[in-house]
Nanobody, 124 residues
Framework: VQLQASGGGLVQAGGSLRLSCAAS????????MGWFRQAPGKQREFVAA????????YYADSVKGRFTISRDNAKNTVYLQMNSLKPEDTAIYYC??????????????????WGQGTQVTVSS
């Protein structure tokens, strides 16, 4: 199981970025996919998740209304569209996956697979 994240960068406050996570290695139709982030000196925190086979996405309160998670099953890719970015969104963003039968993604201990991080920096 491999997850390859991309799309991070430097953006001014109020700007937008789109992160991508390409999954390979097995069929992900029964997997929940998600995004976490970790700022310097802080614990890794949940951002958003979506089941591969459908169902409503869910978000951390801090990003609700600004971030949108989506997936393209044909490309085995999940996206995180980030709008109205704030300096406090600055962090390394990690793609995550978990077999949906094991329950929803919420905290880091509910993740079965991690991708490498991609840096997002929002300047004020």
């Amino acid at each position: 199981v491999q997850l390859q994240a991309s799309g991070g960068g430097l953006v001014q406050a109020g700007g937008s970025l789109r992160l991508s996570c390409a999954a390979s290695g097995r069929t992900f139709r029964s997997y929940t996919m998600g995004w976490f982030r970790q700022a310097p000196g802080k614990q890794r925190e949940f951002v958003a998740a979506i089941r591969w086979s459908g169902g409503m996405p869910y978000y951390a309160d801090s990003v609700k209304g600004r971030f949108t998670i989506s997936r393209d099953n044909a490309k085995n890719t999940v996206y995180l569209q980030m709008n109205s970015l704030k300096p406090e969104d600055t962090a390394i963003y990690y793609c995550a996956a978990q077999n949906a039968v094991l329950g929803p993604i919420s905290g880091p201990d509910t993740v079965g697979y991690w991708g490498q991080g991609t840096q997002v920096t929002v300047s004020s």
